[in-house]
């Protein structure tokens, strides 16, 4: 698995939303900005990305995962 694999696992299960993925391996940092984050908990925001992963978690495919998430207006505001 690459970065790349797991860029496009994301964006098939959330078309909508831009992610960032680095890592290789079975460890990936993952930086997603969406809408679908808005109004979100922090551990439904996780679900969702964890979600478009969860077979190729369960398979040993990816290991760890770091996530941030963001709407595109607090991903502005970073900078």
Known sequence: ???????VLLQTHLPDCE???QGEG???DITAIGDAFAGLR????????YGALSDE???????????????PDEWQSQG
């Open 42 to 49: 922090p551990v439904k925001k996780q679900q969702l990305v």
């Open 1 to 7: 698995m690459d970065a790349a694999t797991v860029k």
């Open 19 to 21: 992610f960032h993925v």
């Open 57 to 71: 978690i369960a398979e040993g495919s990816i290991h760890a995962v770091n996530i941030r998430t963001f709407t």
């Open 26 to 28: 079975a460890n990936y």
